[in-house]
């Protein structure tokens, strides 16, 4: 959320370039030489079979796991190679949402959110707890604030953490499988809220997921981790994707198994 | 820097200047100026904004115009935010989208001391219920168990006695032996001065043997095993496995509690006899190396003062030590809340009831071995 003067995505340097990933998991090699980059402003969609390493790529991404080769680069910064408190200082403009909304179940959700503010910003207690108020009415969760984690339904402890994740204004959220668990109607109105953040604040969105509808409703840009080649085999917006593949493995995935 | 101006230039129209850099490390802007102006008796019947000279923005102008749209509608004035930039407008207007659910604030109220006294005795009764319930369950299970017809999986019991057994060995086996050294070492300052050296070895053979090694097993176990079992089934109730269980079909007593009471009864008497031997063996390296008696010496000694029924009375309380531990461990496990403070709760107070029990036994068996003759 850091400028809203965006838009200008494009041409200038991609916000996040990953550069001959290679991931592994054990000795087993999940995926092989992954190359691709996310623009500002961009509803970037990582695409793929369960156990295709979709999750283990954005846990790559945000250095919960390290490549066994390859670098990934914000800006222009190396962030594989960076040092702890490098990382520090540019994970403090990304947001997480964990699947499971990974809120602290011993904290109250205006503590949840407020937490990163009271670490990072000089605002007093109230105006800690005016903030999070705010970023909880924007995820629908008005007068929640004094809920804890195990009260409310797991759709909203998934907007909750979401609020979490938008508590220090980040340029780029990232989503693991944000309709995952979400009835048809709360998955729509997470995606319209991604799509807002977007065009509002100007925020990046990297989102894993295999619910196809949202894939389609939200992606700008995407690509296809493919298990049995171990590697990207497609990248493009969705819908073009779609209109143009040729491969059958992934435009049996965009089809729900249809029209092989 | 945040920059706020008021302008009353038309009488009913408030004009609020939005201009320079809003962002959250400046801080928040105070409405007060916002309000006073809307509080006055002639109050404007519209707000509108000006943000040609505003420059970057994040939360902090949201939180301000939050509170200046609450102000607002207290008032019924009306808010033109058509000067706003588009973004911002979007925003806005998703934090007013959804209305407060009626009655989801939750109140904050301090209850009153009768009040309290109330919840309390409730929770107390539900809490008896549950302890008599489980205990029922228990004691069916173990009849289960006797007919040989409980239902758990053989593979997971021999799992749980390795872990609570062999895998407690170095533990017990540092304890006891510094319990032997430290016993032997205490009595022996007391019985040089009689020249009744030779007695410590009988002092900690029977000590050894009808208290300490039990007592000192059940007390490692207490904390090793009692908490893991509370932290394992606390986990499983969190993580919903033991209602996967429940709906399966399974008696979660049955299926989870027995096996790890049934490891715990049956591997506390080895540790225990164990212990005895390592406890033993910690007061002869005394006896030996500052006392100067010879092996042979200490171990007649010892064997002349432990009787069998020492030994026996040890290793019986510590079977009971065992099923105390493990029931109260799994207990507290299946009693958990449903967060991960609860978990560790569940652990703490897993370990504090042991020892309470424990201690409470110990008690209870001296005055019976006492009464008995023993």
Same mark, same amino acid.
């Given at each position: ?79 594989? !190679? ?38 990072? @910003? ?77 065009? $509002? ?15 389609? #409703? ?20 969705? =819908?073009?994707?779609? #209109?143009? @593949? ?5 435009? $049996? ?8 | ?148 017809? #409980? ?32 016993? =032997?070492?205490?009595? =022996? ?11 410590? =070895? ?91 008696? !010879? ?7 010892? #064997? ?71």
């Amino acid at each position: 959320m850091k400028t809203h003067e965006m838009a200008t995505a494009g041409g200038a340097t991609p916000y996040i370039s990953v550069r001959d990933l290679t991931m592994v998991y054990g000795s087993h090699v999940l995926m092989r030489d992954m190359t691709f980059s996310v623009n500002q402003g961009d509803v970037f969609v990582i695409m793929g079979a369960s156990g295709s390493g979709k999750s283990t790529l954005l846990r790559h991404l945000i250095g919960l796991n390290e490549p066994a080769h390859g670098s990934i680069y914000y800006r222009a910064e190396n962030f594989t !190679s960076a040092d702890s408190s490098q990382r520090e200082r540019i994970l403090r403009n990304v947001g997480i949402l964990f699947q499971g909304g990974a809120l602290w179940s011993a904290m109250t959700l205006s503590e949840n959110v407020g937490l990163l503010l009271e670490e990072y @910003t000089d605002l007093t207690p109230a105006q800690i707890r005016q903030v999070a108020a705010l970023k909880l009415a924007l995820v629908g969760l008005r007068g929640f604030e004094d809920y804890y984690p195990s009260e409310i339904s797991g759709g909203m402890q998934k907007r909750a953490g979401l609020a979490r994740a938008m508590a220090l204004d980040p340029d780029i959220l990232f989503f693991d499988e944000p309709s995952a668990g979400l009835d048809p109607i709360s998955a729509r109105r997470l995606d319209e809220l991604i799509l807002q953040l977007r065009d $509002s604040l100007g925020i990046t969105a990297v989102v894993v997921s295999h619910d196809l509808a949202s894939i389609f #409703a939200i992606g700008t840009n995407s690509i296809y981790l493919d298990v049995s080649s171990q590697a990207i085999t497609a990248s493009g917006p969705p =819908a073009e994707l779609l #209109a143009r @593949t040729e491969d059958s493995t992934l435009r $049996s995935f965009l089809t729900r198994g249809g029209n092989p | 820097m945040i920059q706020v101006a008021i302008d009353r230039a038309e009488n009913d129209v408030l004009l609020i200047r939005l201009a320079g850099q809003w962002e959250l490390r400046h801080g928040l802007a105070s409405t007060d100026a916002v309000e006073s102006e809307l509080n006055q008796k002639r109050r404007p019947s519209r707000i509108a904004f000006d943000t040609r000279e505003l420059g970057r923005w994040d939360t902090s102008i949201l939180v301000f115009l939050a509170a200046v749209v609450d102000a607002c509608r207290e008032r019924g004035v009306m808010l033109d935010s058509a000067g706003l930039p588009a973004g911002l407008h979007n925003l806005l207007g998703l934090a007013e989208a959804v209305r407060e659910p009626a009655g989801a604030r939750k109140e904050l109220r301090e209850s009153g001391f009768l009040e309290r006294i109330g919840e309390h005795s409730l929770g107390l009764i539900a809490a008896v219920e549950e302890t008599l319930s489980f205990i029922g369950n228990m004691t069916v299970a173990c009849v289960q168990l006797v007919r040989m017809r #409980a239902r758990y999986r053989a593979s997971e019991l021999s799992l749980l006695i390795q872990r609570c057994g062999v895998e407690a060995l170095p533990i017990v086996t540092l304890i006891s032996f510094l319990v032997g050294v430290i016993l =032997a070492f205490i009595s =022996a300052v007391q019985l040089r001065q009689f020249g009744a050296q030779l007695y410590v =070895a009988d002092l900690v053979g029977v000590a050894m043997t009808r208290e300490m090694g039990a007592l000192m097993s059940a007390i490692l176990m207490a904390g090793r095993t009692g908490a893991a079992f509370a932290a394992e089934l606390g986990t499983m109730k969190v993580t919903q496995e033991l209602d996967a269980f429940t709906t399966a079909g399974f008696s979660i007593v049955e299926y989870l509690v027995l096996p790890r009471v049934l490891a715990l009864v049956l591997m506390m008497p080895l540790l225990c006899l164990y212990a005895d031997f390592v406890g033993v063996l910690g007061g002869a390296a005394i006896g030996v190396g500052m006392l100067d008696l !010879s092996w042979t010496t200490y171990v007649q000694e010892t #064997a002349r003062a432990v009787r069998l029924g020492d030994t026996a009375g040890g290793l019986f309380k510590s079977a009971v030590y065992g099923a105390l531990i493990a029931t109260a461990g799994c207990w507290r496990g299946l009693r958990a809340g449903s967060s991960a403070s609860d978990v560790g709760r569940a652990a703490t107070s897993a370990v504090v009831t042991s020892m309470i029990v424990v201690v409470a036994a110990c008690g209870v068996f001296a005055f019976l071995f006492y009464e008995l003759g023993l």
